[in-house]
């Protein structure tokens, strides 16, 4: 905790970082908030500028804009059924009946006050995380990276801890209170000029993650599938978290049998993934429940 109260006082002591810590919180929320971008294009076409900027500060920069843009997706998600990030396709499913409902404010509102509750756990999770990989490295057990080694680099790091938390208060304030205002004014912009901004954008991102051409041709070929996903109805917000998870889910159950003697069975043998499993069905089944009995009453609303 004193190596955090350091990192706040060294951010504190450079009046630019702190500068680009709240400029980072701004940027990240517009780039989030426009459909079709992401933080991730943010910080691939802004990392350049990094390269004329101190460490802590090109740091600092680069960290809150991740933060900030994965929020600012949630803007998109809400106002305009496009979530801006992948993380915000869920919202995007209760977000923008919201907005239809003339309830775009208070959804906003929930959307920060979540981001803000999450982002504040995982980084007091890494900033205790990273406390205990400093003790092992106290007691001579290297565990990665030895950033902890010099008090520069220690410093540094804990100023990056103090830039993020800094950050997410930042972004909170911002888009609690003005997430409305941002959303109106990317709404005002002429969809002629936007749509191409973003399309250009959205190519210069996918090229410059790895300076590859593939990249650019599989971002155009799912631009395309989503195309026809909207088109034919299918729901295009959970293709894209399946997407997501699907790595993780796929490492997760390979880990599974690895460990298991039983095979399958390790999944309705253990008390909470039988709970996960059954929770999962539970929920199948009722939206299966409510989806049939909604189109049931459809026939009875049209009028003859």
């Known amino acids: 905790m004193l190596d955090l109260m350091a990192g706040f006082a060294h951010l504190f002591s450079d009046g630019q970082a702190v500068f680009f810590t709240f400029l980072a919180a701004f940027v990240g929320i517009i780039f989030g908030a426009l459909p079709g971008l992401t933080a991730s294009a943010a910080i691939a076409m802004l990392l350049p500028l990094s390269f004329h900027l101190g460490p802590l500060q090109a740091?600092?920069?680069?960290?809150?804009?991740?933060?900030?843009?994965?929020?600012?997706?949630?803007?998109?998600?809400?106002?305009?059924?496009?979530?801006?990030?992948?993380?915000?396709?869920?919202?995007?499913?209760?977000?923008?009946?919201?907005?239809?409902?003339?309830?775009?404010?208070?959804?906003?509102?929930?959307?920060?006050?979540?981001?803000?509750?999450?982002?504040?756990?995982?980084?007091?999770?890494?900033?205790?995380?990273?406390?205990?990989?400093?003790?092992?490295?106290?007691?001579?057990?290297?565990?990665?990276?030895?950033?902890?080694?010099?008090?520069?680099?220690?410093?540094?790091?804990?100023?990056?801890?103090?830039?993020?938390?800094?950050?997410?208060?930042?972004?909170?304030?911002?888009?609690?209170?003005?997430?409305?205002?941002?959303?109106?004014?990317?709404?005002?912009?002429?969809?002629?000029?936007?749509?191409?901004?973003?399309?250009?954008?959205?190519?210069?991102?996918?090229?410059?993650?790895?300076?590859?051409?593939?990249?650019?041709?599989?971002?155009?070929?799912?631009?395309?599938?989503?195309?026809a996903m909207r088109r034919t109805e299918f729901s295009a917000a959970a293709f894209v978290i399946a997407f997501v998870l699907a790595k993780n889910m796929e490492e997760a159950f390979r880990q599974a049998l690895l460990l298991s003697d039983n095979g399958l069975l390790i999944f309705v043998t253990e008390p909470v993934a039988a709970s996960f499993l059954a929770v999962g069905f539970a929920v199948m089944i009722y939206r299966s429940i409510s989806v049939m009995r909604h189109k049931r009453k459809l026939p009875d609303a049209t009028p003859s």
């Open 59 to 227: 740091l600092a920069f680069l960290y809150v804009i991740g933060k900030s843009g994965r929020y600012g997706g949630s803007i998109a998600a809400i106002l305009f059924n496009t979530p801006g990030t992948a993380a915000s396709a869920a919202t995007m499913q209760d977000g923008y009946p919201m907005t239809q409902r003339g309830e775009a404010g208070k959804a906003l509102k929930t959307a920060t006050l979540a981001s803000i509750v999450g982002d504040y756990i995982g980084e007091i999770i890494l900033i205790f995380g990273a406390v205990l990989i400093g003790v092992f490295l106290i007691h001579g057990i290297q565990v990665g990276p030895a950033i902890f080694d010099t008090p520069y680099s220690r410093q540094l790091i804990y100023s990056l801890f103090a830039a993020g938390l800094l950050g997410i208060a930042a972004y909170g304030a911002i888009g609690y209170w003005f997430g409305p205002y941002i959303g109106k004014m990317i709404a005002y912009l002429p969809t002629r000029l936007l749509y191409p901004f973003i399309f250009v954008t959205a190519i210069a991102a996918s090229y410059s993650s790895r300076a590859s051409i593939l990249d650019v041709a599989v971002a155009l070929l799912f631009g395309i599938i989503g195309y």
